[in-house]
Structures are given as C-alpha cells and as structure tokens.
C-alpha cells in the first residue's frame, strides 16, 4: 500500500488508536496531521491540540485545511463509573461528548475539504454500538451513534454526488489506555490476547488505500482468541 501524496488527519491522536493510526498512515507516505487534547510529538507527524467536543476549535482546526483525502475519527474515552445505577448526567455527558458529538464536530468542521478531495471519513466505533457488553450503556449508545451517524452521513454525501465515502471501523478488546478505566481492569493475560492498536491502524489503513470508487460501510474487527459478536471472555 501507498498513501504518498495524500492528506490525512487523525484525531485522538496522542494515544491508543489514534496515534497507532497517525504513524501508520505517515509510515505509508501521508502528509498526516494528528489532533489531540494532549499535543505529544509523534515522529514524522504534525501534532496540534483539539478539544473534539469544541465545535468552534474544530472549525479553527480545519479552517485552512483546502483538501483533505483521509479523516480518522478516532478519539474516545470512557469512565469506571458506567453501570446504568452509576451512571450521572455528568457522566453521561463526558461520554457521549467525546464519543459521538467529538465524530459530528470534526466532520462538520472538515466536511468542505472532504468534498474537494471526494475524501473518505473513517470513524472508529465499537463492536459494543451493535453487540452488549460491558462497556456500560452510555458508551454503547454513544458508540450506536457513531454508527447510525455514519450511515446517514454516508447517504446525505451519496446523494449530493459529492463523492465523500463514510467508512466505520467496529473493534472490540483493544490493549489501550481505555482499559484501565474499567471498574476492573482486565488482567496481563487478557490484555496480551486482545488486538493491538496497531491491527486497528492497519485496518484503517487498508481502506484508506482502497480505490475511489470502492465503499466499505463498516468493518468489524475482533480478538480471536477473546471475542465472538455478542460474547466476551
């Protein structure tokens, strides 16, 4: 694969996913941009810091950005307190903010230069937006969102001939910093058999090299030896 000649931009991308995808895109030969709360140096990548829940830093963001071939959505987080009898209106809406309206802003915000460069959107969402888990239901229904956006976006950009394509990646058990805010973190032995977040990157960066007129709605992406849709463990 090659993205030499390209533009990218990857928001969460200080860690996790996020930065995983920002070096993989950059290593391929995109001219990447990676966005995050946290503007920590990634070599071979420009860094800037973004609140994606921010709507007008995101218009900032990408306000001289002319074309843009690739937007990875990726930022994302979650709380330890996430059971439905835990979950505040607070936490709630650090949630869903993050997960679902954090998607919405920056694809607003980058929607003109997609459309010059009949770009393509990649959103990470979560096997758990389709499939319960125990990510808690405020995470779930942000992550359902995520998907439910994608296709309406995917159907609003198709019928304006635009040519921007909306692309969801679905994980599940990834071994990120996520993890750590579960109410119980899983075990050494649980994280070595979860997926990495390079696997997530390298799925990105497959649909990002696949022709203009290919269109891949939603690839799910699981650990083998972890996961099955609707199971964990």
Known sequence: ??????????????????RATAERLAAL????????????????????SLDVTDAAAARAAFADVERLDVLVAAAGTNIPARRLDELTPD????????????VYTVVAAALPA??????????IGSVSGAWP???????????????????GAQLDEHERGSGVRFSVVAPGMVDTP???????????EERARSLRPEDVAEAC??????????????LTILPAGVQALGRTG
């Not at 390209?6 to 996790?16: D, F, K, M, Q, Y």
């Not at 936490?91 to 993050?98: C, F, K, M, P, Q």
């Not at 960066?205 to 939603?218: D, H, K, T, Y």
């Open 1 to 18: 694969m090659s993205l030499a000649g390209r533009t990218a931009v990857v928001t969460g991308g200080s860690s996790g996913i996020g």
């Open 29 to 48: 030969g995109a001219a990447v941009t990676a966005l995050a709360r946290r503007a920590d140096p990634i070599p071979g990548v420009r860094v800037a």
């Open 91 to 102: 936490g709630w809406d650090e949630v869903v903010g993050t997960n679902l309206r954090g």
């Open 114 to 123: 997609l459309r010059a460069a009949r770009g393509l959107v990649i959103a």
């Open 133 to 151: 888990d125990r990510s808690g239901p405020g995470y779930q229904a942000a992550k359902g969102g995520v998907h439910a956006f994608v296709r």
């Open 178 to 188: 996520l993890l750590d805010r579960r109410p119980e973190p899983p075990t050494a």
């Open 205 to 218: 960066a497959f649909l990002a090299a696949l022709p203009a007129g290919v269109l891949v709605p939603e």
